[in-house]
């Protein structure tokens, strides 16, 4: 079946260190990929996404490039800002498929 | 900006007991979702409904399960004998339009916890 594998976290970084969260997929045919952040208190919110290979999604400085051949969609940032601290959360939407497939989500704190 | 509000942010209940999850879907919306996540695992999903009908569930989604949209703008979840496994964070999503590409927004959830 159709899955997602995220990086365990949580992940600690300082203010303007360079970030990678690591996400790769299982799915038959041609998925579209997800980027979703939920920032404390508050609900799911879509930070990017791809819809084919080799598609590059970015907002608010990160980016995730969509890469069939290794089958992931890493997402990364170049400068974190302690606001960036929240939970992030890969997903897919396989061919065919209305519903989200999720990740475990990665617990990222970024400190002053 | 439009979002999706869901009530209440926490609610603990008995064993056994029925609950009552509400969720108010962004107004033009048309496709409306339930998600969960237990603490420490995956967001899972658990049923879509477009056109008044379930359009897909998973396996978690139940006898137990049930979801109504009576009166055009509240879109529920109930629990009908809640059991301990029940607690997790559940989201309630829309989407405006078909298409797997579309963006789905979701509410900032509700915390179940059974007692």
């Known amino acids: 079946g159709n899955s997602v594998t995220q990086m365990e976290g949580p992940v600690t970084l300082s203010e303007e260190a360079f970030l990678t969260i690591n996400c790769t997929y299982t799915a038959t045919g041609y998925p579209s990929l997800f980027w979703y952040v939920q920032y404390p208190g508050e609900g799911l919110q879509l930070l990017l996404k791809a819809t084919k290979a080799d598609d590059k999604g970015s907002n608010k400085g990160f980016e995730a490039t969509y890469r069939k051949e290794t089958t992931s969609f890493h997402l990364e940032k170049g400068s974190v800002q302690v606001s960036d601290s929240a939970v992030y959360f890969c997903a897919l939407s396989a061919q065919g498929a209305q519903k989200l497939v999720f990740g475990q989500g990665t617990r990222l704190t970024i400190n002053p | 900006e439009p979002e999706v509000t869901q009530t209440p942010s926490h609610q603990v209940t008995q064993m056994g007991q029925e609950v009552i999850l509400r969720c108010v879907p962004i107004?033009?919306?048309?496709?409306f979702y339930w998600y969960r996540q237990i603490l420490g695992q995956k967001v899972e999903f658990l049923v879509s409904?477009?056109?008044?009908?379930?359009?897909?569930k998973s396996e978690i989604f139940d006898d137990q399960f049930s979801v109504e949209r009576p009166d055009g703008s509240n879109f529920t979840l109930k629990i009908r004998s809640t059991k301990l496994e029940d607690s997790a964070m559940y989201f309630c999503?829309?989407?405006?339009?078909?298409?797997?590409?579309?963006?789905?927004?979701f509410g900032q959830g509700t915390r179940l916890t059974v007692v």
């Open positions: 999503a829309s989407r405006g339009i078909r298409g797997r590409n579309t963006e789905a927004f």
């Open positions: 107004s033009n919306h048309l496709y």
């Open positions: 409904f477009y056109n008044n009908e379930i359009s897909e």
